[in-house]
């Protein structure tokens, strides 16, 4: 709340310049320029859904800025894209000046972001420089003097080019298609479905350009049933260009296509992407974006993730589980390291040729925000079980389940491990980002709701993972993990250890 009033404050002052890339200084937001004024499509009704779908999430600061219309003199739109983390074209139509060319081009070869949506790569079939930003183009005269075609070969299972002559650009009826994706690793298809359907959309065949410095990251087939080429042809692709990252998609041909979860997730993720090179934002699962029938919803409908801000772990509503003076309420499982409560703190040691020892909540936790305070010695291996069970029947009772890392930087605190079960890291495509400070209290913060869970480090988030497999009911534990023959002793100190339950 204090944030919103001070903007409140500052807005009389500001509306003159109007930018958002001053409000999204503000509010950490990624900055958008989106640019439109000409195209063979609807941008007037397009741009609005577009800056919905993106500021409707809350992570993006949209400013628009419309180029001159068709047959004026184009000298007046030269827009300031250095003052923006990414420009997003909705734009098909004459060239820009020579200046805004130069302008944009060192945009983005110096690192500035670029998505092209849609017809945006009908665009500037001419413009060098430009068709090596998009990689591939179509209709506008393109041709095999553009470069190949790229399509995913199922026999083969890999990507050819093909430079037989032939125009650009085609596509069949508008109808419902399924997107592929071809590499599940890449930030911006991470942790989506493999599969998931789009909304009757026009599924762009036969495109061709310098394809240089490209990786389509998913595919469409273009059913000759319903007149396409009857070829694997690239949907989402991305491009480096110079210093700059270019994500290309061939979705969104219209309001109807725009009500596509598909074409609304991997848009804000390939913007966030084309912005930053990461994506935080979290994996859409196969339950929300489908693959039988496409799911749809209104761009207007688009709201802040509910998840995008930490606990608070100031306010109300927290349950302290160590009252500071006993372990009541707690019970020890598996090792013989040794807990005892000392100065309200729960301190845990070591001990020689003991397995990895838990310190257990009697109680079950499934949805809840949850908080302590870690000091751990350098060379223990340390981590708060979360959602955890111990079974008879599973491994002789073996402590298994979510384990919040906890270790002396550098190293993986914060990230998520799957205890006990042999799956290994849960949190995968995470940049290394160490937030703990060794020989010091480090406060962390978890929430889990859902299949999904959340972690931060003194306030610096670290995980953000949607895992199917972890959305269990089992208690809590504060491990001290076995050592070495002739290591430690070690100890390892919590305190202030609280849960809040979520509905
Ligand atoms: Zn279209």
């Known amino acids: 709340m204090p944030k919103l009033a001070s903007l409140l404050l500052l807005l009389p002052a500001i509306a003159s310049v109007s930018s958002s890339s001053l409000r999204a200084q503000e509010f950490d937001k990624i900055s958008v320029l989106l640019i439109d004024g000409q ?12 800056e919905q779908i993106l500021e409707g999430s809350g992570r993006f600061a949209v400013d628009v800025a419309t180029a001159s219309g068709r047959g004026e003199n184009s000298e007046p739109f030269s827009p300031e894209f250095s003052e ?30 670029f998505v092209s949506v849609h017809a945006a790569d009908n665009s500037f079939p001419q413009w060098h420089a430009y068709n090596r930003m998009i990689g591939l183009g179509g209709w506008g005269g393109r041709s095999e003097k553009n470069g190949p075609y790229v399509r995913w070969k199922e026999d083969q299972q890999r990507f050819t080019r093909d430079l037989s002559p032939g125009r650009g650009g085609t596509h069949g009826k508008r109808v419902p298609f399924l997107v592929i994706v071809r590499d599940t690793d890449h930030p911006i298809t991470a942790g989506l479905p493999k599969t998931f359907m789009q909304a009757a959309d026009e599924l762009y065949g036969k495109l061709r350009g310098p394809a240089e410095n490209m990786h389509v990251l998913a595919t469409g087939f273009s059913a000759p049933a319903t007149g396409g080429t009857g070829e694997h042809e690239p949907l989402l692709m991305t491009i480096q260009f110079g210093e700059g990252r270019v994500f290309h998609t061939t979705l969104g041909h219209d309001d109807n296509a725009m009500k596509g979860l598909a074409f609304q997730v991997t848009l804000q993720r390939g913007v966030e992407w084309a912005a930053t090179g990461t994506v935080k934002q979290p994996a859409v699962n196969g339950t929300k974006l489908t693959s039988d029938v496409p799911a749809t919803r209104n761009p207007a409908d688009v709201r802040p993730d509910e998840f995008s801000a930490i606990p608070d772990v100031m306010s109300k509503g927290w349950t302290t589980l160590f009252n500071g003076k006993d372990l009541s309420g707690w019970s020890q499982k598996n090792g013989t390291a040794t807990y005892r409560v000392e100065k309200q703190m729960i301190v845990g040691k070591t001990a020689q040729g003991s397995p990895n020892s838990f310190m257990c909540t009697t109680s079950d936790y499934e949805n809840f925000e949850l908080t302590f305070e870690v000091n751990d010695d350098p060379g223990l291996n340390s981590g708060v079980q979360i959602r955890s069970l ?11 389940g979510p384990q919040v890392e906890i270790e002396n930087a550098p190293g993986e605190s914060g990230y998520l491990y799957s205890e006990g079960t042999g799956r290994g890291w849960i949190t995968k495509q995470q940049p290394v980002k160490d937030a703990y400070q060794n020989g010091k209290w480090n406060r962390f913060v978890v929430r889990a709701k859902g299949d999904r869970i959340q ?19 089992g208690f809590i534990g504060l491990q001290v993990h076995g050592i070495k023959r002739d290591a430690g002793p070690f100890e390892v100190r919590w305190r202030d250890i609280r849960v809040r339950e979520l509905k």
């Open 390 to 400: 111990s079974k008879a029947d599973f491994n002789n009772g073996r402590v298994h």
């Open 39 to 50: 195209n063979n499509h609807n941008w007037k009704v397009t741009t609005p859904l577009m």
């Open 455 to 473: 972690t931060w480090v003194n306030g610096v988030a670290i995980a953000d993972i949607v895992d199917a497999e972890s959305s269990k009911k």
């Open 84 to 113: 923006y983390d990414v420009v997003v074209s909705n734009y098909n139509g004459q060239l820009w000046s020579e200046a805004t060319q130069k302008a944009f081009e060192k945009y983005v070869a110096s690192g500035g972001g």
